[in-house]
């Protein structure tokens, strides 16, 4: 058989096992077989490459695939859960500059005459893989609390530089098109790279989880340009791919978030007057664990809504032995979610699921809404602007019309939180001062266990 | 296997009572089919009016590699076959957008950070890009060292912290 008909078949293959992969990822018990379609196909579409006739030397590649597999094993057991959003930051962008790598080194093969369109794709791929590289460094940055990048610094007139920038870039592109000069490749980088840079170090910590998906969605669409650049459709399939998750988890984060991607990206998030804060909160009812405890023994349905503030105070599994002490004395528990709970899309799900709590228990936010008159006790822990329902009533509210969890509705609501300081939005939440709401200050996961301790005293 | 009842709208109503393998085999062979079938008369049509075809590529690239013993039939994955059309390119593209949709749609959000580190793993598909830079002697092998040790980390990094979590989720089963 035609050897190279072969190869291709063998491509074709590994892409149906990444889209079947990413078929079965639609439920927890089958996903972890789509993880392995994926490996497989990953695997037959490297040996292909390795056995085609373009590879006549295979010591530089087995270096490179050794030094980097011993990487990426590292990386991935030595991860907290809670550092999963920075490291997928960074492999976004390992990702990224490896095509900007191979499309600019495509230019260099001897004997490679680029069409019109290779040069096309090549420049796309220099300036999507590029923008994705420092974007996603800097996002690392950020999210793994870097000081270099801790605040979210503006230029001067942002738009103004972020549209020159854009301009030279197509500029640029058009130059390095028309003349075929393999030099200008490396200005594009630079400056798109420069661009990435300044894109992302303006945008805030409470936005990350749109930016990582937006950056996901870009290391997909540069494989899928280099995938046009070495004319490979496994690449341009597979890139495609990835570039349609990431568009689709960027746009439920903007949804989540009540907000545009081009107002996460460019627009500033006005934050609310401090100034009422004292009239807001003028009537709150203060708790301490053990009546808590009580009001748990006595309840059927208890629904925990967490935040980000629980895995930052590292309560997850405090929140666990808490809620299987309840579920021991019959009292139906779940987990509300809200899309933007943790860093990252499905974030809060993987840090609860580390601690063992069942994937089953674990709902979302518009599944769990129309019940949530029927729940006797709601407790909200690490989590503000979520369970704000300003959202529902004020116009003037810079979250309004955000989708949020509805625990105001909840028989009785236990705010776990160190003081009565604003979330993100930086703007004061009515439902810690409603009457059928007690707040429980102190460390997260001091209080789950002072409530558990009182439990099992009673 | 469980594609004909959930999602697959193409195939919702059709009742093809075979076995779930049966199906998963079938499933394959038709996307082979229409793949090679886009790509074998694009490459027929193709080859005679390209001023640059496979042939004088090959040949370039052999006279700067000195390698006269492999010239008649070299058939690289890249330089060797330089003949599908953009437009079949586009094509593939924009179908693959299309079904991507189609399948990360029914991704519960559960699962949407093992999808992000799963879907990030298989964009180091790049590393196929790397391979033939790094494996060719007439270019810059370090440079493509450089790609395949970054496109590496992505691969096997992604996969494994993707089957970490994943693990998580069934353990207590």
């Known amino acids: 058989m035609d050897k190279l008909l072969f ?24 996903a972890v077989r789509g993880n392995l379609y994926g490996v497989l196909g990953m695997i037959l579409a490297v040996a292909a490459t390795m056995w085609s006739d373009d590879v006549d030397q295979v010591s530089w590649i087995a270096g490179g695939i050794f030094g980097g597999a011993a990487i990426g094993v590292l990386l991935a057991y030595l991860i907290q859960m809670t550092a999963m959003p920075q490291l997928v930051a960074l492999f976004n962008g390992f990702g990224g500059l490896a095509s900007v790598i191979v499309a600019g080194a495509m ?18 791929t220099g300036i999507v893989g590029s923008v994705t590289f420092l974007g996603s460094t800097v996002a690392f940055g950020k999210l793994q609390e870097l000081d270099l990048f801790k605040k979210s610094r503006r230029l001067p007139f942002p738009h103004l530089v972020n549209s020159l920038l854009f301009l030279t870039l197509i500029g640029v592109s058009i130059m390095m098109i028309y003349d075929q000069n393999d030099y200008l490749y490396v200005v594009l980088v630079l400056v798109a790279s420069l661009l990435g840079f300044l894109l992302v170090n303006s945008i805030g910590g409470a936005d990350m989880p749109v930016v990582i998906a937006l950056l996901n969605s870009y290391s997909g669409l540069a494989a899928s340009a280099t995938g046009f650049v070495i004319s490979n459709n496994v690449l341009i399939i597979s890139g495609s791919l990835v570039g349609a998750s990431g568009i689709i988890l960027t746009r439920l984060m903007c949804q989540a978030m009540n907000r545009s991607l081009v107002n996460v990206l460019f627009g500033v998030m006005e ?16 708790t301490a664990a053990e009546e808590v405890a009580m009001m748990l023994e006595f309840a059927q349905r208890v629904v925990i809504v967490p935040g980000y503030g629980l895995a930052v105070a590292q309560a997850q599994h405090a929140v666990q032995n808490l809620g299987q002490l309840l579920e021991e004395q019959g009292t139906t528990v779940e987990y509300a979610i809200h899309p933007v709970a943790g860093r990252m899309p499905g974030h809060m799900n993987v840090l609860l699921a580390e601690a063992d709590v069942e994937y089953e228990k674990l709902i979302e936010m518009d599944h769990i809404n129309p019940t949530m008159n029927t729940v006797d006790v709601a407790i909200v822990i690490g989590a503000n602007d979520v369970v704000n329902p300003c959202s529902r009533t004020d116009k003037n509210s810079p979250i309004y019309q955000m989708p949020i969890i509805d625990v105001d509705k909840a028989r009785a609501v236990i705010v776990i939180k160190r003081s009565l300081s604003p979330g993100f939005a930086g703007i004061a939440n009515p439902l810690f001062a409603l009457e059928n709401t007690s707040m429980l200050f102190g460390d997260g996961k001091q209080m789950m266990l002072e409530i558990t301790a009182a439990m099992q005293d009673a | 296997m469980t594609f004909r009842r959930k999602g697959f709208d193409v195939l919702k109503g059709v009742d093809l009572s075979m076995q779930p393998n049966v199906q998963a085999s079938v499933f394959l062979a038709t996307a082979l089919l229409l793949v090679v079938g886009l790509d074998v008369p694009t490459r027929a049509a193709n080859q005679p009016s390209d001023s640059r075809s496979a042939v004088t590529v090959e040949q370039a690239s052999d006279a700067a590699s000195a390698d006269p013993d492999q010239a008649p039939e070299r058939q690289g994955v890249v330089l060797g076959s330089r003949s599908q059309t953009t437009i079949a390119s586009l094509t593939i593209f924009v179908l693959a957008i299309f079904v991507g949709f189609e399948i990360i749609t029914k991704v519960p959000p559960t699962l949407h950070t093992p999808l992000m580190s799963g879907s990030n793993a298989i964009s180091g598909i790049t590393l196929v890009g790397a391979v033939i830079v790094a494996g060719h002697s007439g270019g810059l092998p370090w440079l493509g060292m450089v790609a395949v040790a970054l496109a590496t980390i992505n691969v096997v990094g992604g996969f494994l912290v993707t089957h970490r979590m994943l693990s998580m989720f069934i353990k207590r089963k």
């Open chain 1, 271 to 286: 934050s609310g007057g401090g100034d009422d804060d004292d009239d807001v909160y003028s009537d709150v009812t203060q």
């Open chain 1, 7 to 30: 190869i291709k078949i063998v491509y074709i293959a590994s892409a149906v096992l990444f889209m079947y992969g990413l078929k079965r990822m639609s439920h927890p018990r089958t």
């Open chain 1, 107 to 124: 230019l260099l093969l001897p004997g490679n005459q680029p069409s019109t369109s290779e040069w096309v794709a090549t420049a796309l």
